[in-house]
């Protein structure tokens, strides 16, 4: 006998009122209705490495949160194994010339902890891109009008953004460490740092100009951190560097002879890095995706309700599936 499907409430359709979550229609199974909340983990890092291979319930910030993660967990072993080995490569780093500081990236410029952090950081490629897809499907799940707002493109193209982002972060050790490139090293880093609060200002104004039940999540610490973090990211980090190796070069200066006093620029790096840290814990919560995967044997029938895709040449298989009330 094949189970009866969840019907979607009018307050949904109307208000957006409550969040509809899709799952897979299997008729060997029995449907079940899933209670949603928001839960904030240990380890997201952990949780998206732990996922459940069949069924999984994703919520996409997760990768977010863990790509965070990693680069901390990154410099944190670096640092160790330069301090404990190599302390001579942190004090004597050529970039200390121009700021007079320490900066979090002097611990893994050079082997052997660059090795540890390139390793890291390239496993960072894949969380960000992950990221990314995960985000467009969900803009695309909760586009119920057929039309594409500005927010909505905007948080799309900057998640992808984010994905290059994570790209350009590996150039950091083929440029300065090699070939003693600061200048450009610098502009690769506040360039990569950017385009990562940018993809989180766009998470932000998908929820502040989405629906009814989106802009209900949003309060006033989500938006004043948003504020915060975007002038640190993109005024107070950059600034002291780039005016730094301005007067350095235009003076001539040689040896460790930075400008400004070193705990300026010391004291930007660990403003940028809390906000870094707190990013995740200010995000605005967002509905999951549930996941399920499933392995169809050559020859096998399957029955699809396939719609076609207005804006392209391509058709989507929207679903074997049903539509689920959760609350949030």
């Known amino acids: 006998m ?6 979607p ?5 109307q208000h957006m009122k409550k969040l509809q979550l899709s799952e897979l229609y299997n008729t060997t199974r029995p449907s079940r209705l899933f209670q949603i909340t928001p839960v904030t983990n240990w380890s ?15 919520t996409p910030k997760q990768y977010f949160r863990a790509s965070n993660e990693l680069i901390v967990l990154a410099l944190v072993l670096c640092w160790t194994i330069t301090l404990v080995f190599y302390p001579e490569q942190a004090i004597n780093h050529p970039a200390r010339a121009y700021t007079g500081h320490f900066n979090p990236c ?7 902890s660059s090795y540890v952090a390139v390793l890291l950081c390239g496993y960072d490629v894949s969380l960000a891109w ?27 193209v900057s998640a992808l953004m984010h994905g290059v982002a ?8 083929s440029i300065g ?4 490139r600061w200048v450009t090293h610098t502009i690769i880093f506040v360039a990569a740092v950017s385009l990562r609060y940018i993809c989180a200002l766009g998470n932000y104004l998908e929820c502040r100009f989405g629906g009814l039940r ?21 005024i107070l980090l950059p600034t002291p560097y780039f005016y730094n190796f301005a007067i350095y070069m235009y003076d001539g200066r040689v040896g460790v002879d930075p400008p400004l006093p070193p705990v300026i620029i010391q004291s930007t790096d660990i403003i940028w890095m809390v906000c870094l840290v707190l990013s995740s814990r200010f995000a605005i919560p967002e509905p999951p995706i549930l996941v399920t995967r499933k392995i169809v044997d050559f020859g096998s029938k399957i029955v699809l309700d396939v719609e076609e895709d207005e804006e392209s040449s391509f058709t989507r298989a929207s679903e074997t599936i049903k539509l689920v009330e959760v609350v949030v």
């Open 2 to 7: 094949q189970p009866t499907l969840a019907q």
């Open 166 to 173: 994570s790209l350009l972060w590996l150039l950091l050790w």
């Open 44 to 58: 997201s890092l952990f949780k998206v490495l732990t996922l459940p291979i069949g069924h999984a319930i994703i």
């Open 177 to 180: 460490p090699t070939d003693n």
């Open 130 to 156: 992950r990221y990314a897809e995960l985000e467009g499907i969900r803009t695309k799940l909760l586009d119920t009008d057929g039309r594409t707002t500005l927010a909505e493109r905007f948080a799309t």
């Open 106 to 112: 002097m611990g893994w410029d050079f082997p052997p």
């Open 214 to 234: 989106a802009r209900e999540l949003v309060k006033t610490h989500h938006t004043a951190f948003i504020a915060a973090y975007g002038f640190v990211t993109l």
């Open 9 to 13: 409430s009018k307050m949904y359709l």
